[in-house]
């Protein structure tokens, strides 16, 4: 029984307890050292404000309680401590607070003794000993024991060295200038310095603190102790004034006079910029100096992408030190100590690989800026040439000059011209400046930062090298002045870049060249494709009209030359940079790709002119077609009005027309590739299969990249020769296809319409140019096409057999399509057949309005059928015409050399050129503007995926205007009623 109430009991309180927690609220009061007062400390336990004991008060850190003045401490314990008075016999507290003691002078402040200036307080005897009184002993400050009191007062400590040095004693005399704390004697510097900063871009003078402290005694001490942290101190406040010299008592005009002041040093490792002593600042002051020392001598060592002997590691190392001129370290160039932006290693690294042209940029907060930056580190950077070194394996290091854009000389921005000449060669930098920007305090919030916003590294590759030869690389950097307004918004963008770069002028020269040469040749091509416009049209005058044709024609193919350059240059490029062992070649920067790009963009606006051109001349091509189709007997029918039935000859029917006229409208888009096979299959190989990752710009010939690896940017020369080999290749190999396999076991719709032309008994007539055109022969060899399928079998078979002639229009030939020239009578009566149906279209005062518009294309559809088969069986004396073979020249050029005067010419065409009135003749045409449709969306959005799409909506709309106007131009020509066009 009293177990299980126990247990109950036990239970109930656990219960009551879990209650009790779920009701706490876990809240405590901010409380901060300043919030509570002299009489309490703030316990870093429990944050809160506890009550000091009797004759205590707080710290000076606030966080604990120490004894009132005239009170030592008697117990200590933890945080607690117990204080009791001193006796009036003995009022002095030791330093140490728990004795006292009488004092031989007076009571400072805190209740301690104090003693006169160059006398320390003795309070203990050797042994530790509570003296009853203290004593106050004088420090010797003469020979031998150069001592004073230290910092505390309690010992006497050897005085500064340059007190010694320049006064024998430890004080210095009215002929010595005291500076900094030390003592110099007079010499050449100025009295006084300027320890403005100026920052230029915000045209504002900074009293620096930094500067006002050490700027003098640095450059004193450089300068008559030839103390080295000295020197380096100094010329780090030169580095951080931009190496810019205004006066001579500056940071860098110190550094100046020092420089020319200790020339009897001699100089450090025989470079004669670096004196000993100091540090290296400039590569001199004379103007051409930075051609020389950048252009004179290759780097002992050659870069290579491929093979055994492959090196494309850059090996940076930079001597690092801080603002006060101390040596830290030794410290290798890499995982972003040069760069602001935070990146993976892996990424950070690909900057110092040669050939890939690398680029971060990001946008930092000015808070994090401080707060990682306090005060700025510098670097002496070299080039660790430890690979080609043959000084028995011994390290070897080659100093980087680095190109300052924010330095000024005499009021100018040197570093900013683009004539090296007039560049100033540097060699120390800094990422960060927030020391120097601080006024009145060296604790003080900075009233300006400066920032090296912009950082590039830029090699140029030797002229005709073929081993791998640079010249040593260049480092540019530029640095911005951030006015602190508000730390917190306040945001900085920085870039850090590594470019190559080579010698483009005698690749631009071959590239004009090659322009002028094959613009000529254009030119003369324009003028002979004009020529022979002249004479299919048959006009001999030379008219406005004429010339805006040869500007046609010139568009085109200049447009062609173009593109054969662009697409040359692009694989170029890709062949040569990305194969090569030794890097013997470099690709062009992005600014010196816009003449490329330039080029590209005048072959496509060209071709796009040429498409047009051949687009409008197609969808005006005069076409009829030939009906040879006879009746086969007689119908009786009733004469209206007469009300008498006549014999009249049987109606031929009109459907074989339609059906080729239907047939004629659906060939006229086809062509040897398939457009949207041909986006789809480029889109799969470029994205998909990674023929994309070739335009990058690094060395890598690899399909495939890591995702954890940087990514290099786009070369657009690169990606203009990636994708035009690409479209050009899968539209040759379609083209390939179509012509040696469909079209010889599937289907080829060309050869087909000729023989359904023969079936049908139809002839086709196309006009492409006044004067010029081509027949399609299409006249049956059984003399009838509409008959019933028994007969029509019956036909084939015997065709099939040789049992019947040929479908040639001379006999015994097979050749059916032939290239027509016209007389100028025969083209005249054509016209004058159609004159009624082109009157509809003249104004309404000159239409005949009692005519009956189907009438008139009736009677004008048989006119024309009976013009012209009389004219293809030489019914006409005074309309004949011969058939002749082209001569290979004429054929080669494309023009006719005999004009047709007296006599049409028909010229054997076994090569179908008829279909140069559609597309599928003009696939050249068609394929070069869809790769340059391609190229130029992606090279302005650089996005394969946009580019796939726009041009295939682009080949759609094109299309699709092609059938619409092709098929309305079908329809007037031939005077099929577009209603049967389906």
């Not at 850190?61 to 008697?74: D, K």
């Not at 600014?591 to 498409?611: G, N, P, R, S």
């Not at 024309?864 to 015409?881: C, P």
């Not at 796939?948 to 682009?954: F, G, H, I, P």
């Amino acid at each position: 029984m009293a177990t299980g109430t126990l247990l109950c009991a036990s239970l109930l309180f656990l219960l009551l307890q879990g209650e009790i927690c779920r009701c706490q609220r876990l809240t405590i009061p901010l409380r901060r050292p300043s919030d509570c007062g002299v009489q309490h400390f703030f316990d870093i336990s429990s944050f809160t404000c506890v009550k000091c004991g009797p004759n205590q008060t707080r710290s000076k850190s606030g966080t604990s309680c120490v004894c009132q003045t005239g009170f030592r401490v008697l117990s200590s314990n933890g945080p607690s401590i117990t204080c009791q008075q001193c006796p009036v016999s003995k009022p002095g507290v030791t330093r140490d607070g728990y004795g006292c003691l009488r004092c031989p002078g007076g009571l400072s402040d805190d209740g301690t003794c104090q003693c006169p200036a160059g006398s320390i307080l003795v309070e203990r005897d050797l042994n530790g000993n509570l003296l009853d009184e203290g004593r106050c002993e004088a420090c010797n400050e003469v020979d031998p024991a150069f001592s004073i009191p230290d910092s505390t007062g309690s010992r006497c400590t050897r005085c500064q060295e340059s007190f010694i040095n320049t006064s024998l004693s430890c004080t210095c005399g009215p002929a010595n200038m005291l500076v900094g704390g030390l003592c110099f004697p007079p010499n050449n510097l100025p009295a006084s310095v300027t320890s403005n900063v100026v920052f230029d871009q915000l045209a504002l003078p900074v009293q620096s603190a930094w500067f006002s402290v050490n700027l003098h005694s640095s450059a004193l001490s450089c300068l008559i102790f030839s103390n080295l942290t000295a020197c380096q101190a100094l010329g780090n406040m030169c580095v951080m004034n931009m190496y810019s010299q205004s006066v001579a008592s500056d940071a860098c005009g110190l550094y100046n006079t020092i420089f020319r002041a200790t020339a009897p040093l001699g100089s450090a490792h025989a470079i004669s910029y670096w004196r000993s002593n100091l540090p290296w600042l400039y590569y001199g002051d004379q103007p051409g100096l930075a051609s020389r020392t950048l252009r004179t001598e290759a780097l002992p060592t050659g870069f290579s992408f491929k093979g055994g002997n492959k090196n494309t590691d850059i090996s940076f190392t930079a001597a690092v030190y801080n603002a006060k001129g101390d040596f830290l370290r030794w410290e290798s160039v890499g995982k972003g100590n040069l760069q602001l932006c935070p990146d993976t290693d892996i990424r950070l690294d690909a900057a110092y690989t040669f050939g890939t042209a690398y680029k971060q940029s990001c946008i930092l907060s000015l808070s994090s800026i401080i707060t990682d930056f306090p005060e700025p580190l510098f670097y002496d950077i070299f080039m660790d040439m430890s690979q080609s070194s043959s000084n028995n394996g011994e390290r070897t290091l080659m100093p980087v000059p680095v190109q300052n854009l924010n330095l000024k000389l005499n009021g100018q921005f040197v570093n900013q011209a683009s004539n090296m000449n007039n560049w100033y060669l540097t060699r120390r930098v800094f990422l960060v400046d927030a020391l120097s920007g601080r006024e009145g305090m060296l604790s003080a919030m900075p009233k300006v930062v400066r920032v090296a916003t912009t950082i590039k590294i830029s090699f140029q590759l030797v002229p005709n090298t073929m081993k791998g030869e640079v010249y040593p690389p260049l480092i540019s950097i530029s640095y911005s002045d951030i006015l602190v307004s508000n730390i917190k918004t306040q945001t900085i963008p920085v870039s850090f870049s590594v470019e190559y770069k080579m010698d483009q002028s005698e690749a631009q020269v071959k590239t004009d060249i090659a322009l002028g040469v094959l613009g000529g040749v254009s030119v003369l091509y324009a003028l002979l494709k004009t020529a022979s416009w002249k004479r299919r049209i048959a006009s001999p005058l030379i008219d406005l009209t004429t010339i805006m044709k040869f500007l046609l024609f010139y568009a085109g193919d200049l447009a062609n030359v173009f593109f054969v350059i662009t697409v040359g240059t692009g694989l170029y490029w890709l062949i040569f940079y990305k194969a090569q062992q030794f890097v013997s070649v470099l690709l062009p920067l992005p600014d010196q790709e816009e003449k490329f790009i330039t080029y590209v963009a005048c072959a496509f606006a060209l071709k796009t002119v040429q498409f047009l051109h051949k687009l409008i001349n197609q969808l005006s091509v005069d076409i009829f077609f030939i009906d040879w189709e006879r009746p086969r007997g007689k119908a009786i029918k009733t004469i209206d009005g007469a009300g008498e039935a006549r014999n009249i000859p049987s109606p031929v029917s009109i459907w074989r027309t339609y059906f080729v006229a239907n047939e004629w409208n659906e060939i006229q888009t086809i062509r040897k590739i398939n457009p949207t096979f041909q986006v789809v299959a480029a889109l799969f190989f470029l994205e998909v299969v990674g023929f994309s990752n070739l335009a990058s710009r690094d060395p890598s010939s690899a399909l495939h990249r890591d995702p954890e690896d940087y990514k290099s940017p786009w070369s657009l020369i690169l990606r203009y020769g990636v994708t035009t080999a690409m479209w050009l290749v899968i539209g040759l190999l379609q083209v390939l296809f179509f012509t040696v396999f469909h079209e010889r076991f599937v289907e080829d719709k060309i050869r087909q319409f000729v023989d359904l032309c023969s079936i049908s008994n139809i002839s086709v007539l196309l006009l492409s140019h006044r004067c010029f055109g081509y027949y399609i022969h299409g006249r049956s060899v059984h003399g009838h096409a509409d008959t019933n399928m028994e007969e029509m079998n019956s036909n084939l078979k015997r065709e099939a057999e040789n049992l019947c002639g040929q479908r040639g229009l001379l006999p015994n030939t097979d050749i059916q399509t032939f290239q027509i020239s016209i007389t100028n009578k025969l083209r005249q009566q054509y016209d004058r057949i159609l004159e009624p149906l082109t009157r509809r279209n003249a104004p309404s005062r000159l239409i005949d309005a009692s005519a009956n518009p189907f009438e008139q294309n009736t009677k004008a559809y048989h006119t024309m059928n009976k013009f012209l088969s009389a004219f293809i069986d030489h019914a006409h004396r005074d309309l004949d015409y011969i058939v002749k073979d082209k001569l290979a020249f004429e054929r080669l050029v494309g023009m006719e050399f005999m004009e047709a005067i007296d006599r049409s010419i028909f010229y054997n065409d076994e090569s179908h050129s008829f279909s140069d009135v559609l597309y599928y003749g003009n696939e050249a045409t068609l394929l070069i503007f869809d790769t340059l449709f391609f190229c130029i969306v992606d090279l302005c959005s650089q996005n394969f995926v946009l580019a796939a799409v726009l041009t295939y909506l682009q080949q759609q709309v094109f299309q699709l205007i092609r059938n619409i106007f092709g098929r309305r131009n079908l329809a007037s020509k031939t005077l099929v009623d577009k209603r049967f066009l389906i």
